[in-house]
């Protein structure tokens, strides 16, 4: 059975599309809805955010984004492959992305939509619940919205919050994939888009 021991971190590339789209439908549809995919894909098409896998035995099993502005950063898009849920990925996917935000000192608060079956998982990290639309994401998909302040942030390894660049192994220390602007190939398109983690 895969462990996250050996998990890779890396930017995102084009040939990750497909393997992208699989995670996403794994989730589906107690994470996310089905009708969610083209948001999905104008994500990691867009021009404005950062976007990673996690790799384990060259399978793709993860992956994650973020953008910024205003001083506050949005998790957007994490995701396990289901099969693989419970296995630190996540955790360490999470801990990758705040980093990245909390290393620029432009960032004050990191925030995510996120679904009552995935709140907890960010309250653990020290997110904090700002408010709940019930059915906010489609039927059955709350979406709470929360939030991590800088001075509530704790990184796991006591780092300073300074990624190092290049691609690394993610082990017992945070050795973290520089960010990198990126495009893929076509997900359905629509003129709009929220920012769904």
Avoid at 122 to 135: E, N, P
Avoid at 183 to 196: H, K, L, M, N, Y
Wanted: include cysteine; proline fraction near 4%.
């Amino acid at each position: 059975m895969k462990t996250a021991a050996a998990l890779r971190i890396r930017r995102y590339q084009t040939a990750d599309r497909e393997a992208c789209r699989g995670v996403f439908m794994s989730n589906v549809p107690r994470y996310f809805a089905a009708a969610e995919l083209w948001e999905f894909g104008l994500f990691v098409d867009g021009p404005d955010a950062e976007f990673f896998v996690a790799e384990l035995s060259g399978d793709v099993v993860g992956c994650g984004g973020f953008c910024t502005g205003d001083g506050v950063g949005r998790l957007c898009w994490g995701m396990v492959e289901r099969g693989m849920h419970r296995l630190s990925i996540g955790e360490k996917l999470l801990q990758c992305r705040l980093q990245h935000l909390f290393a620029s000192a432009d960032i004050h608060r990191v925030e995510i939509d996120t679904s009552q079956h995935s709140a907890g998982f960010f309250a653990r990290s020290g997110f904090r619940v700002g408010h709940t639309r019930r059915d906010g994401f489609g039927e059955g998909i709350d979406c709470v919205a929360m939030s991590l302040h800088r001075h509530d942030w704790q990184p796991v390894d006591g780092s300073s919050g300074t990624p190092n660049t290049g691609q690394q192994r993610v082990t017992g220390q945070r050795n973290l994939p520089e960010p990198h602007r990126h495009s893929v190939g076509s997900f359905p398109s629509a003129a709009t888009t929220r920012t769904r983690c």
